[in-house]
């Protein structure tokens, strides 16, 4: 299941309007154009925020907007304004900018509402995708649907919007950290069956907060999220919309990819002490290696290369949890158990320090790590009990040796 996330620090692409509208009789055509009569402010925004290769990218001028790559949604007045910004620093700070901040165990609530055009229908589809965001587990930003208006500052606003490609969302910028416009075509929407549609709504509503698509690494700012891969099919930021509709079609909503999650719960935790397990394979040996810190080995080094995570721990005590000990053979090759006298035992082992804190039992959203032993190399840990690298012969053993929190 190896995926692709990428982020960016403060520009976010384009997502759905509002209203119910069976069969709107117009739809905004762009203006017919060739690439050099774009706005020449434009290119010049687009040149300073980072983008790379303009002379590439599909851009649409409309009266009062920009679109490009048929989803990222540019305001006239804003592009005035951040330009403005743009051309008077030096530093461009607001663009190496953390992401939307967040406090932990503090949920950080981003308003939305409804233009009044909207039909209850696509409303409660709508509702539904925001709180499918708000279920993930340790997400640390809260969408409230507001339509008193009781929070002060910027909401995101939902509306109907009859441009073609059907889809289009702001982005986050120097003034507001989130992306504000949130349109859809329903005319568009009305082709798709009801999980498509959930699949696209949920899809945008991460635009909204800054998750960028694969092919947008030629941004200079967006950059791949620790613990996510480069190159797989499966994440719900592989393709554009663009690029579903016009090859293996939108998906249908089966829920979040894991590394879309891995990804989420990197940028935007609610409990910082939960960490993923992120898990290497010797190069050489076949042993594994575990820490919590990306930073280690990061997608791998000569002597070990990345595997991936085996669940998530914590770096500090919860409640049903002990201590997991990372230990390293007189091989030089490390190990980890919950056997805190391991190296009285075996005095071939040197006791290091705790990894982290796991569970001693099944739970809901626990899944068990399994401990195999091999005379000829040593032990090994992996989550699942086909795994390639205990089939061969000398392994023994394949116990619950203790568990994690799942992925999902």
Known sequence: MRNLLRIMPFLILSVLGCQEVENPSIIQKPQEQTQNKIHENFIEYLKLSGYKNIEKLKIDEFEDKFIVSNEIQFKKVDVLKELDLLKNSKTYLWRRSDFTPTTPFQKRVIPYRFNSRVSSSFKDKIIDAFNTWNSIR????????????????????????????????????????????????????????????????????????????????????????????????????????????????????????YTDLLGVRYL???????????????????????????????????????????????????????????????????????????HITYPSFTKNNTLGYVYSSSGSNRIPVYEWYNPNIGYYFTTNTNDNYVQSSGWIGGGIAFYTLSLI
């Open 138 to 257: 340790n997400f640390n930003i809260n969408f409230f649907y507001d339509p008193t208006g009781s929070i002060s500052g910027s909401y995101v606003d939902i509306d109907y919007d009859n441009y073609i490609s059907g889809f289009n969302v702001g982005q986050p910028n120097s003034f507001n950290d989130f992306g504000l416009i949130y349109d859809f075509s329903p005319s568009t929407l009305n082709s798709y069956s009801t999980s498509k549609q959930k699949w696209l709504f949920v899809h945008m509503i991460g635009h909204l907060i800054g998750l960028r698509h694969e092919d947008d690494s030629n941004l200079t700012w967006v950059d791949l999220v620790p613990g996510t891969f480069e190159i797989e099919s499966y994440t719900m930021y592989k393709y554009s919309i663009d690029d579903y509709d016009n090859g293996p079609g939108v998906p249908d909503w089966a829920g979040f990819y």
């Open 268 to 342: 935007w935790p609610h409990d910082t002490s939960e960490k993923p397990l992120y898990s290497y394979t010797s190069n050489t040996t076949g042993w594994g290696n575990w820490t919590t810190n990306w930073d280690t080995y990061q997608y791998g080094t000569t002597q070990y290369g990345y595997w991936g995570v085996t669940g998530y721990i914590f770096t500090s005590v919860k409640s049903g949890t002990i201590p997991l000990y990372r230990y390293t053979h007189s091989t030089g090759t490390p190990y980890i158990s919950t056997n805190p006298s391991l």
